[in-house]
């Protein structure tokens, strides 16, 4: 079988390029190692900056998001034993959606499957020939028949552990990696909200984070050993020390509720450079990987994609490869803007263990610098909100 452009990975990524060309007229298969239900009920974090919101709602799939999505106009900066606003919209004018990523996910795939979309789930096998001539293809297996797609181009939109990346030869790639000496420990629970906005709380305990997902449903997280077993954290446990990190003198206080999953996840910087090899382009995880403290994943795949489709748009309207030489160039940049502030916002707000004394106290007078100065609030809230 033959398509323009041949994509690998139903996340945002993948779904929205997909749905974004169909719009220009342009045909695509996406390939989805996992089926249907499980990628629409992979729960995960989302946050979406103003650009983000933007593009969807443009894409026409930000119905949903506008009717569910918790918007935001600031944010809590805790430390210190005192809580702080950063006010977003007053320093910025722009403003945040929480709307986690399997919802965006969702509605992407109600969308390509309207559109009469061709999208594979359950496949396997998947492997890139022929990348770096005019005619590259992707071989799969599908309902137990080995298939093969020809194509104008080849997107690895597949993730950190996708079969895309391994294929831009060692020697013109280079990874930049960075691990970081702990995790989180992430809870959903069902109780009312605890706070109106999301609360960044820095301790010497460690970091914690209240976050919400529904009227009925909230996410927390708090730092940990990335080598902890979640067993050995037992529901008061929990509880006992994200009020130790939240609570303060205010009177404020944490709601609880049962406590229906828990999951430690990996913290790391990675970036892959160059993101393009032949006729082979990355987009999101599969390119780049940010700790989730600046609330930068999902959205960095939507400026992948963004200037993808543009790019791809462009050279079947006739307009030459311009754009597609300069993609990785184009997306990097967004990308290590994205990296400097995830691993500012982590720096600032995590407890490192091999810390000395002079660097907690220095640590403590950044907070305070940040809260105190209107430029460094600005700085932080431009970050946050987003530019593209």
Same mark, same amino acid.
């Given at each position: 079988?033959?398509?323009?452009?041949?994509?690998?990975?139903?996340?945002?990524?993948?779904?929205?390029?997909?749905?974004?060309?169909?719009?220009?007229?342009?045909?695509?298969?996406?390939?989805?190692?996992?089926?249907?239900?499980?990628?629409?009920?992979?729960?995960?974090?989302?946050?979406?900056?103003?650009?983000?919101?933007?593009?969807? $709602?443009?894409?026409?799939?930000?119905?949903?998001?506008?009717?569910?999505?918790? %918007?935001?106009?600031?944010?809590? %900066?805790?430390?210190?034993?005192?809580?702080?606003?950063?006010?977003?919209?007053?320093?910025?004018?722009? &403003?945040? *959606?929480?709307?986690?990523?399997?919802?965006?996910?969702?509605?992407?795939?109600?969308?390509?499957? &309207?559109?009469?979309?061709?999208?594979? @789930?359950?496949?396997?096998?998947?492997?890139?020939?022929?990348?770096?001539?005019?005619?590259?293809?992707?071989?799969?297996?599908?309902?137990?028949?080995?298939?093969?797609?020809?194509?104008?181009?080849?997107?690895?939109?597949?993730?950190?552990?996708?079969?895309?990346?391994?294929?831009?030869?060692?020697?013109?790639?280079?990874?930049?990696?960075?691990?970081?000496?702990?995790?989180? @420990?992430?809870?959903?629970?069902?109780?009312?909200?605890?706070?109106?906005?999301?609360?960044?709380?820095?301790?010497?305990?460690?970091? &914690?984070?209240?976050?919400?997902?529904?009227?009925?449903?909230?996410? %927390?997280?708090?730092?940990?050993?990335?080598?902890?077993?979640?067993?050995?954290?037992?529901?008061?446990?929990?509880?006992?020390?994200?009020? =130790?990190?939240?609570? #303060?003198?205010?009177?404020?206080?944490?709601?609880?509720?049962?406590? +229906?999953?828990?999951?430690?996840?990996?913290?790391?910087? +990675?970036?892959?450079?160059?993101?393009?090899?032949?006729?082979? +382009?990355?987009?999101?995880?599969?390119? #780049?990987?940010?700790?989730? *403290?600046?609330?930068?994943?999902?959205?960095?795949?939507?400026?992948?994609?963004?200037?993808?489709?543009?790019?791809?748009?462009?050279?079947?309207?006739?307009?030459?490869?311009?754009?597609? $030489?300069?993609?990785?160039?184009?997306?990097?940049?967004?990308?290590?803007? =994205?990296?400097?502030?995830?691993?500012?916002? !982590?720096?600032? %707000? #995590?407890?490192?263990?091999?810390? !000395?004394?002079?660097?907690?106290?220095?640590?403590?007078?950044?907070?305070? $610098?940040?809260?105190?100065?209107?430029?460094?609030? *600005?700085?932080?809230?431009? $970050?946050?909100?987003?530019? +593209?």
């Amino acid at each position: 079988m033959r398509t323009q452009v041949a994509i690998i990975g139903a996340g945002p990524a993948g779904l929205l390029l997909s749905h974004l060309l169909h719009m220009q007229g342009i045909e695509s298969i996406v390939l989805e190692m996992r089926s249907r239900a499980d990628i629409e009920a992979t729960i995960r974090a989302g946050v979406l900056e103003q650009g983000s919101m933007d593009i969807l $709602n443009e894409a026409g799939v930000g119905e949903r998001m506008r009717r569910e999505g918790a %918007l935001h106009h600031g944010f809590e %900066l805790a430390f210190g034993g005192q809580r702080h606003r950063i006010d977003l919209m007053e320093l910025t004018g722009k &403003a945040i *959606t929480v709307y986690p990523q399997h919802e965006v996910i969702i509605d992407l795939v109600a969308a390509r499957m &309207a559109a009469g979309g061709d999208l594979r @789930f359950e496949v396997s096998e998947v492997a890139l020939h022929d990348i770096d001539s005019a005619q590259p293809s992707v071989s799969f297996v599908h309902s137990g028949q080995a298939e093969r797609i020809e194509a104008d181009f080849v997107i690895g939109a597949d993730g950190f552990h996708g079969v895309s990346r391994p294929m831009i030869p060692a020697e013109v790639r280079q990874d930049f990696q960075r691990i970081y000496p702990f995790g989180w @420990f992430g809870i959903l629970v069902e109780s009312a909200p605890s706070s109106d906005e999301l609360i960044y709380a820095q301790h010497e305990r460690g970091f &914690a984070l209240v976050s919400t997902r529904s009227s009925t449903v909230q996410r %927390l997280y708090f730092q940990c050993d990335p080598h902890d077993k979640v067993e050995a954290w037992s529901d008061d446990r929990i509880w006992s020390e994200l009020h =130790a990190r939240l609570e #303060h003198h205010d009177g404020w206080k944490l709601k609880e509720g049962r406590i +229906f999953q828990k999951g430690i996840i990996g913290m790391r910087s +990675f970036v892959c450079a160059p993101m393009r090899h032949g006729r082979l +382009f990355l987009a999101g995880d599969a390119a #780049h990987i940010v700790p989730p *403290t600046g609330a930068k994943g999902m959205n960095l795949a939507i400026s992948d994609v963004r200037v993808l489709s543009k790019a791809l748009t462009a050279f079947y309207q006739g307009e030459g490869e311009e754009g597609l $030489n300069g993609y990785s160039e184009a997306a990097l940049k967004r990308i290590w803007r =994205a990296e400097y502030f995830s691993w500012w916002m !982590t720096r600032m %707000l #995590h407890t490192f263990d091999d810390a !000395t004394p002079f660097e907690r106290q220095i640590q403590r007078a950044e907070l305070d $610098n940040v809260v105190a100065s209107r430029a460094m609030r *600005t700085a932080l809230a431009e $970050n946050y909100v987003g530019a +593209f």
